[in-house]
């Protein structure tokens, strides 16, 4: 909710970026966004797409021949985390859409749910945490449980007071309003857990943004800030213009790192973009060479060296070590 302060006040709608009269060919309604036709019919989960990470796309093969992603402890929090953010959103957008203008306060009433909000995160990856916490010795393990917990508190603290704030703001913008619905409109077009599908693309179904802000697809990172992180948000905007067939111009990468050191999530790389035809096309071809690698599921090796697979799940399956 960072980004509110950009709305237009006249016509409410997404400001500077928005406002930019994009000429983009690639929309996802557009068949020249399809695959090429022998690929058609071929599908693959968006977060597979879009994740760069293997200089050959061995992943994609590993995938579609069965082989299970390890699971590891980032990926533990990082679904935690993801999900943290979800709940926040959500329960910000129900007290929004349910009480009267003069009786909103997001602050307080978050507040006194926070501890189950936590729980409630924590817990819907239990069967994770139960594989991933015998990687771990008893101490380790401890710190790493209370490592989270302190995460999940600097997250909340940072979104519902940013939020809250925001609302407020907003509030004070509407002395003469007494229902909820222009405030609505203003503050609460926030949506999570929205489904679209977007199969002609080459997409599984359904594929669902972490949030969406009027016209802005968003999507949440907490690893270590990769380039390629752009074309989740490319194949976001593709998958709601397919299904919508309505334009998605732009895009937030909210990128949050957890320092342990520092009281506030740093959002250093979070970035908003205009999701222009580079950006697509980048997105695009690599999407065709990952649904031909599944379609004719042929290994397309290993490279060089492991100096890129540092930090891959899969390098002991394809290293030995
Ligand atoms: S270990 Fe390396 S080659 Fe294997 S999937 Fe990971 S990045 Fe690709």
């Not at 983009?24 to 058609?40: A, F, T």
């Not at 994609?60 to 993801?82: A, C, F, K, M, N």
């Not at 802005?216 to 948000?233: M, R, S």
């Not at 973009?273 to 290993?302: E, H, M, S, V």
Request: net charge neutral; with cysteine.
């Amino acid at each position: 909710m960072f980004f509110i302060p950009i709305l237009d006040r006249t016509t409410n709608q997404l400001g500077t970026l928005a406002q930019n009269k994009l000429e983009i060919i690639l929309r996802g309604y557009e068949r020249k966004s399809y695959p090429n036709s022998d690929l058609l019919g071929t599908h693959l989960p968006v977060n597979l797409l879009a994740y760069n990470f293997c200089k050959t796309q061995r992943d994609v093969y590993l995938y579609i021949t069965g082989e299970v992603l390890p699971e590891s402890w980032d990926r533990y929090q990082g679904r935690v985390v993801h999900y943290f953010y979800e709940i926040i959103y959500n329960k910000i957008r129900e007290i929004i859409t349910t009480s009267s203008i003069d009786k909103i306060n997001i602050f307080d009433s978050l507040l006194t749910e926070r501890d189950s909000l936590k729980q409630n995160a924590i817990k819907k990856y239990s069967g994770v945490y139960n594989k991933v916490k015998g990687m771990y010795g008893t101490g380790d393990l401890k710190k790493k449980n209370d490592d989270l917990a302190e995460n999940l508190d600097k997250i909340f603290r940072f979104e519902v007071s940013l939020c809250s704030s925001l609302v407020n703001f907003e509030i004070s913008r509407l002395y003469n309003q007494t229902g909820g619905d222009s405030l609505l409109q203003k503050a609460a077009a926030l949506h999570v857990g929205q489904q679209f599908a977007a199969s002609p693309l080459g997409f599984s179904d359904p594929v669902s943004p972490d949030f969406i802000y009027k016209q802005a697809v968003g999507d949440v990172k907490t690893g270590e800030w990769q380039e390629y992180y752009q074309h989740t948000i490319a194949a976001y905007a593709l998958a709601v213009e397919n299904h919508l067939r309505e334009d998605v111009n732009c895009g937030v990468i909210l990128h949050v790192n957890l320092d342990q050191s520092r009281k506030v999530p740093i959002c250093e790389k979070t970035e908003f973009i205009n999701i222009d035809d580079t950006i697509r096309r980048k997105f695009l071809i690599i999407r065709d060479q990952k649904l031909y690698i599944a379609k004719y599921q042929n290994d397309p090796g290993l490279p060089e060296d492991d100096s890129g697979c540092v930090g891959c799940n899969h390098h002991e399956k394809c290293w030995g070590v």
